[in-house]
């Protein structure tokens, strides 16, 4: 529809001027093109980019009793994950949050695993239970809590660095290695926290567990396998406390 | 009296300047996308504080798919646990993914064959030039030089029913080196291929897999239970590539 006009203001045409043209080109199809080719590329474009997470798992060779690296009972802290799944399987969720109902059995140091009756339940399980809350009003929460509570001298320790990293008085490199260095820091009573992830876990579980050890700047942490006692504990807990099984 | 006269306004707006405007956005679209790449099975990963970005070039994509649903709305889990994987290349063309996915299957060839010295599967250059086009690949290693004849609607039409038993890399079995399973026999030419390369001149890829741990990323779906993603790591760790990243989207501190 490229339209040429011809500009024609009537009366008399001088000799030797030149004629003027007013050209005029319609982009209406030209901008139809364009935005088609815009919705395009808006629909085939990923903008945002996966982030990750990463890990270092032990290798699988059996490790001989002398060489296993042995934790401090007192530093210990063993979370066993778990994901509550209706009979289809299911993650269920929670009502009130609409966060999928994931639960956190955990134990300070050694299983406690007496049992005196020989009825095959573990009398005095020393399992506690708490769930992945995050923060409310700013409060740390749950199993962050704990976490936190566990890891408070590097955590104050990290947070003075955080101040001064806030104020500009160091830059981001500098921060990071500082940051480093206290996570790494043996004089500090630091825990060793151990994740385990059950057959229901889901996948999410295990990552909210390691992002809590990121946010906690926890450094050794380990996911590791869970075995019968870990079983056995938390079948004697939900049978004391009355929670169906499954 | 006069008559008062309606002045007729032209209809015609000058649309040059929106024409600009769209081109301009059509080339900022156009220069900073990263095509969705096909993937036979969509995932929800799970979100998580950590930063880290997926690197684009030498990477090694291992997905998982998570359960469906059936027509009754029930969770369907024989599609679950599948595994998928995807090949991405240096930026240097002589190492691009092409490349590197051809090498790949030549190597992996030549160990199943090793293993199945009575059935052994051959390509031709044929289908090992389909190969380095696709993607992500998730077949039996038996099937799939027929697999590879297919024309790519066909190929999308097997890898869209995931409960078939030839979709899927088998990841069973993985405790005996000696009888690596088809997930290991894909890793290992992975990783040998890498170390050639590095031979070569370009340690990027090699590197990626060894050191950082940037060059595998388990991508899965959030729900999916641990057990299933459990024989995934096993797998890797008795190959030894203990270092990998998890795919997960971004949240704040206060989710």
């Known amino acids: 529809m490229a339209q040429i006009e011809q500009s024609d203001k009537g009366g008399k045409k001088k000799k030797g001027a030149q004629k003027k043209m007013q050209i005029h080109v319609d982009f209406t199809p030209m901008v ?10 808006m629909l085939c474009t990923t903008m945002i980019k996966s982030q990750t997470l990463q890990i270092a798992l032990p290798s699988n060779e059996k ?6 690296n042995k934790t401090k009972q007192s530093e210990a802290i063993t979370l066993i994950l778990d994901t509550e799944r209706d009979t289809d399987g299911k993650v269920k969720f929670d009502a009130e949050t609409g966060k999928p109902k994931h639960t956190i059995y955990y134990y300070e140091g050694k299983p406690v695993v007496d049992d005196e009756n020989k009825d095959g339940i573990i009398d005095n399980p020393n399992i506690k239970v708490e769930k992945f809350i995050g923060n409310t009003n700013g409060q740390v929460n749950g199993i962050r809590k704990i976490l936190h509570n566990r890891n408070k001298q590097v955590l104050e320790k990290i947070n003075v660095q955080k101040e001064k990293w806030r104020n500009k008085e160091i830059n981001d490199e500098q921060y990071q290695a500082i940051a480093k260095e206290i996570r790494n820091d043996s004089t500090l009573t630091r825990p060793v926290v151990i994740i ?7 996948y999410e579980s295990l990552i909210s567990a390691l992002d809590e050890m990121q946010i906690n700047q ?3 942490y380990q996911i590791d396998n869970i075995n019968g006692v870990d079983s056995a504990l938390i079948i004697s807990y939900k049978t004391i406390n009355g929670i169906p099984l499954h | 009296m006069g008559k008062v006269k309606i002045k007729r306004k032209s209809t015609l707006i000058d649309m040059t300047a929106m024409s600009d405007v769209t081109v301009l956005l059509l080339t900022f679209f156009m220069l900073t996308s990263t095509f969705l790449q096909k993937e036979p099975a969509t995932v929800i990963t799970p979100s998580s504080v950590s930063e880290i970005k997926v690197p684009t070039a030498n990477l090694v994509t291992i997905l998982v798919s998570g359960a469906g649903v059936d027509e009754n709305g029930k969770r369907d889990a024989s599609v679950e646990g ?8 240096d930026v240097d063309s002589t190492y691009s993914s092409e490349n590197v996915r051809e090498q790949v299957l030549l190597e992996a060839m030549s160990s199943y ?3 199945h010295k009575n059935n052994p599967v051959n390509f031709t250059n044929a289908q090992v030039k389909t190969f380095s086009k696709l993607n992500m690949f998730g077949v039996k290693f038996s099937e799939l030089p027929k697999f590879l004849d297919m024309s790519v609607a066909e190929q999308d039409e097997v890898m869209k029913h995931l409960d078939n038993a030839i979709v899927g890399i088998p990841v069973d079995g993985n405790r005996d080196m000696n009888k690596p399973n088809e997930f290991q026999i894909w890793m290992r030419a992975i990783y040998n291929v890498a170390e050639a390369n590095k031979d070569m001149g370009n340690d990027a890829l090699a590197s990626a897999l060894r050191k950082t741990g940037e060059g595998i990323a388990v991508k899965a779906d959030k729900d999916t239970p641990y057990s299933t993603i459990h024989d995934v790591l096993d797998n890797l760790q008795t190959l030894k590539l203990n270092k990998f990243s998890l795919m997960t989207a971004l949240k704040t501190e206060n989710d």
């Not at chain 1, 139809?32 to 590329?41: S, V, Y």
């Open chain 2, 82 to 89: 599948k595994v998928f994987i995807s090949i991405a290349g």
């Open chain 1, 63 to 68: 490790v001989e009793q002398e060489q296993q």
């Open chain 1, 32 to 41: 139809d093109m364009n935005m088609l080719l815009i919705t395009f590329f």
């Open chain 1, 218 to 220: 926890i450094s050794r």
């Open chain 2, 113 to 115: 064959n090793k293993l």
């Open chain 1, 196 to 202: 385990k992830a059950g057959p229901n876990a889901s």
